[in-house]
């Protein structure tokens, strides 16, 4: 069973990597037949109203920042604090509530670049 599997496969395997490994053929021209990529682009203009949604998203933005900010300066407190009062897990939960909402903050911070950033691929 296998001496027969490794037959065919020694007879296929060369033709099938000559397919696979040959040169693609040209594309096309945007000639008369052909498709003009130039002309597609994102535009945001050319939808209706929307500067409502630039507005949005960017009060939604900036609400998300201040809720990120407000989180890292509560676990600041809890981290500060709590061994003042000898209550630890209240501190490591501090910490580990500063960590998070500081990556948080970073992502909320750096959407706008990111899909920036996708829109130009």
Request: charged content about 10%; aromatic content about 10%.
């Amino acid at each position: 069973m296998i001496s027969t599997l490794t037959a065919w496969l020694a007879v296929r395997l060369p033709d099938v990597a000559q397919q696979m490994l040959a040169a693609p053929e040209p594309t096309p021209s945007n000639g008369p037949g052909g498709f003009d990529w130039n002309r597609v682009y994102p535009d945001g203009s050319a939808i209706p109203k929307s500067d409502i949604f630039y507005t949005i998203m960017r009060s939604v933005m900036w609400l998300g920042g201040v809720a990120a900010f407000c989180g890292l300066v509560a676990g600041a407190i809890a981290f500060g604090v709590g061994p003042i009062f000898g209550a630890h897990i209240v501190s490591d939960r501090g910490k580990s509530m500063m960590w998070r909402n500081g990556l948080v903050a970073i992502i909320v911070g750096s959407g706008t670049v990111i899909i920036a950033g996708l829109l130009v691929l």
